[in-house]
């Protein structure tokens, strides 16, 4: 009987770890990455939590391969992610909704920013980019 009982706890413990794993996954899905970025670099940059520095040099770097930027436009896009990814570290709303609302928000001053900053073609390739690889 205690055997059963210590069996059942393990099975428990194994559901809820999977249930949590799930829900961490369906929160990425439903859109809380900014700008897609290579899982693989990211693991490479770093095990633990990626600083906001961190994540805007490799934003720009993806950025960069894409679209092949020029020195000037590769500085401007560094600043832009580092500027965006310093707000997106500030959100500290506990409502679901309303974070996705402020992310939305930062996604679309981006968009506007880097339409400024690139050539029409590049912005071409990046909407088109983005869009594939938002979902």
């Known amino acids: 009987m205690k055997k059963s009982i210590q069996v059942f706890t393990l099975i428990a413990f ?4 999977t249930l949590y794993s799930s829900a961490q996954n369906a929160e990425r899905k439903a859109g809380f990455e900014v700008h897609p970025v ?8 770093n095990d633990d939590v990626l600083s906001v520095e961190t994540i805007a040099k490799l934003q720009t770097q993806k950025l960069k391969e894409l ?14 992610c580092l500027n965006i990814e310093y707000k997106m570290q500030a959100i ?4 679901d909704s309303k974070r996705l609302e402020e992310i939305t928000h930062l996604e679309v001053t981006k968009t506007k920013a ?4 690139l050539s029409p073609e590049q912005f071409s390739t990046y909407k088109k980019y983005y869009l594939t690889n938002k979902k």
Do not use: H, P, R
Request: charged share 25%; net charge neutral; glycine share 6%.
């Open 92 to 95: 500290s709303i506990d409502n």
């Open 67 to 80: 679209l092949s930027l020029d020195l000037n436009q590769n500085a401007e896009v560094y600043n832009l």
């Open 38 to 45: 290579n899982k693989k670099e990211m693991a490479k940059a």
């Open 14 to 17: 194994c559901f809820a770890g």
């Open 114 to 117: 880097l339409k400024g900053i």
